[in-house]
């Protein structure tokens, strides 16, 4: 019984101790830069300058259904699937929209590149891209994320813009911040493009 219990105790210790070294971890990957334009009570409005992202297409209606496959992908082309078998370092966040027509996924290339310095994917569904400057609305929370917190927070953000007089552009995206197996400090965002003249 006694073993048993140090056992357990030396398992917690070192799930605690992993997490903590995952958390600083991921604290120390660069993250998409923007200019805070103004804080509301639970949301704010930033200014994204425009950006070199790598994105994927993809049929998904939800998050469940997009969010591995769509990983997959992308990682595929940051460790290495690319003409110059070149890896990419991993940025925060990770951004999907998710919606009945088309979803897509995207990660945020480093600073360092470009368009035109980037490796090109081998995999022909990996399109690099210019996601152009854009204001945006942002309501954070944490946890893991659903298809139905997704839901609840995205029609949070709209009433939010609605009852401010903002103006939407567009359907929802999801940033998420931190890797699955990260399961404390966790950090994910709703944002919505929205006009912006203030």
């Known amino acids: 019984m006694k073993i048993a219990l140090i056992i357990a105790i030396v398992l917690i210790i070192i799930v605690f101790v992993s997490q903590i070294f995952i958390s600083m ?25 425009a950006s070199t992202v790598a994105t994927i297409n993809s049929n998904a209606k939800t998050y469940k259904d997009l969010a591995s496959p769509g990983f997959r992908k992308l990682a595929g082309y940051i460790f290495g699937g690319n003409e110059a078998n070149k890896s990419i370092s991993m940025t925060a966040p990770v951004h999907m ?9 995207s990660f945020v290339m480093p600073s360092n ?17 210019i996601r152009p400057e854009e204001y945006i609305a942002v309501l954070k929370f944490g946890g893991y994320a659903s298809d139905e917190e997704l839901k609840e927070k995205s029609e949070k953000l709209f009433d939010l813009l609605k009852e401010n007089k903002i103006t939407t552009l567009g359907n929802y995206r999801f940033l998420g911040y931190t890797p699955p197996y990260q ?6 965002e709703i944002a919505v493009t929205i006009e912006w003249h203030q």
Not at 97 to 105: A, F, G, P, Q, V
Not at 113 to 129: A, C, G, H, M, Q
Not at 183 to 188: A, E, G, I, Q, S
């Open 25 to 49: 971890s991921t604290n120390k990957t660069e993250q998409q830069e923007f200019k805070l334009v103004k804080e509301y009570g639970d949301f704010e409005i930033r200014l994204y300058p």
């Open 97 to 105: 929209d998710i919606n009945d027509t088309l979803s897509t996924m």
């Open 113 to 129: 590149y470009t368009e035109e310095n980037l490796p090109k994917p081998n995999d022909k569904n990996v399109k690099i891209k």
């Open 183 to 188: 399961f404390v400090d966790r950090r994910n």
